[in-house]
């Protein structure tokens, strides 16, 4: 049996699901997927990438204004 592929939201590589971090943006805060609504998927290799929060807003339809916000919560679903 197969496993399902997926693209990291910031360097666009396709890896197997389970080796990516899947996260969801809700209620102006990025948290890990809770089953319910739209999600994105980052690879571990990307998670100190410059791009990320670039593709983070880009993916989530926000404002790079909000720059502060995406780090905060970055910050707390990686430690």
Same mark, same amino acid.
Request: aromatic content about 6%; overall charge neutral.
């Given at each position: 049996m197969s496993n399902p592929i997926r693209m990291c939201v910031v360097c666009r590589e396709r890896f197997e699901q389970k080796q990516l971090i899947r996260l969801q943006y809700r209620d102006l805060k990025l948290s890990l997927f809770n089953g319910q609504g739209r999600s994105f998927y980052i690879c571990k290799n990307c998670q100190n990438n410059p791009k990320l929060f670039n593709s983070i807003a880009r993916v989530c339809k926000i404002d790079k204004?909000? +720059? $502060? !916000?995406?780090?905060?919560?970055? +910050? $707390? !679903?990686?430690?």
């Open positions: 204004k909000h +720059k $502060e !916000i995406l780090q905060e919560s970055l +910050k $707390e !679903i990686f430690i």
